[in-house]
């Protein structure tokens, strides 16, 4: 059981590991392939989070986020996430998915098609537009001046609030968006993209 | 995790990846006379007791550095004890045996100073280029590195993989020393940093942003995974970039706005905003920017070498917009100057 199952060993994933276990959140860690290929990587960069195989990570989690890249939703196993709050920090990301243009010129945000693809789950846009850096110098806590904001959107307020409250207690002020459209605004291309910046000044990013 | 040993020096590197320096009307200067500005930086740079040169391979009109061994080979000819490095050879994109030939003649033809960095740089282009797919980097890289290490034994190779057959086959030149020098470059990604390790080469991590503390557990992470695979000590450096300059307002004022235009046209690309004077002097500050009086480079470069545990550190030192006097200048005070201050800090 975890409270926060990462699926992505990458920058990223490790970063939100080490914030999730840094406020006593259990955590696992999976990517595809032998789980003995992370258990270092896990130990020395997420200490007291666990390397696991997806399966399992996904069915003991309260929520799942996507660390991985973009170009490989596809390799998620939909019916594993049905009924799971699964939160999606991808980005086309062409350095390393490769010149998609499905994927970079989509109407509907990269979130949507993730979220078409998972149709089971429940999907959050969140942790995509903080880059990983500065996820990790930024972290502070509740009521620090200046504390930097996280945007996230989805459709379903219930678990927006959910991802809302993580996003606060790892260190974030939480900025909601109604839609999971409406996160295309924090997009690559988009101002608020790479943006870590304190509520009022990502709120006129935002407008 | 203080690892030092008797007789172990720290060694200093200069960087660059052909940006082409401006004359005195901010026009830059052709490719011809950049190729050869690197010449004579590298040539100052040994006068200076530089330990190495390093040259990445880009293949876009920002740099004019798209074959770094070919510009290492006209140093060779005009030095003498300079190491000749790559920072970083695009493996993935480039075949090993070539690879191998192109490092094991610069390895002859400079008495032995070769040196090869495998990684991807931060860039990309060289993928459609050469006709692959960005999205098979890393079986790409898994595999050619494979070979690559084969290859490095200067044995017969037999191979099976990636659709290349080799039945004992044998590559030349034969190198006089031993092993052509390899190191990995990594930018931070942790499966990059584990697989350095796994091979057991030297490893560089290139520290573009962020304050050096931030990179102390990848530092752990190679050692503790070198470790696993039973080797240890082997070398760990990292490059950043920087401008040594007269006084701090002179080093900042001429270096922020070429490298604000650096920046900001890589941020167009990749989607993020342009580079602030802010966020310029919150690294030069806090983080990866190592631009100041020979006083405070060598000072942060002494902090970050003593955090990390370096044996290396190698200065970037040409991105932005400077003359070709501009960065003589810097590498005088970075080689007179800021090398001999870091040594006395750290005392190795």
Redesign the interface.
Known sequence: MSDLAILG???LG?TVARLARSQGLAVDVARSGDPAS?R??VE??APGARAVAPPEAIAGAEMVMLALPL?KYPSLDADALAGKLVIDAM?Y???????DTELAHAEPSSSEVVGSFLAGSTLVKAFNHI?Y?DL??QARPVGTPGRVAMALAGDDAAARHRVAELVDRLGFDPVELPTLHAGKAL?????A???ALPADELDVLLR | MNTDSPGRRLQFGLDTFGEAPVDGHGAPLSARASLRQVVDEAKLAEDLGIDIIALGEHHRDDFVISSPETVLAAIASVTERILLGTAVTVLSSDDPVRVYERFATLDGLSNGRAQVMLGRGSFTESFPLFGYDLRDYNTLFEEKIALFAELLKEQPVTWNSGGRTLDAADVFPKTDGGPIDTWVGVGGSPESVVRAAAYGFPMMLAIIGGAADRFAPYADLYRRALAQTGRSGQPLGIHSHGFIGADEREARETYFPGFKVHRGRVGAERGWGSFSRAQFDGEVDHGALYVGTSEQVARKIADTVTLLDLDRFDLVYSAGILTPDQRLASIERYGREVVPLVREMVGR
């Open positions: 060993a990458g920058k490790t992370i270092l990587i020395v960069l170009s980005n990301w062409w350095e390393v998915d490769g010149r880059g850096h990790a110098d997009e690559p291309g988009h101002p993209f790479g943006a």
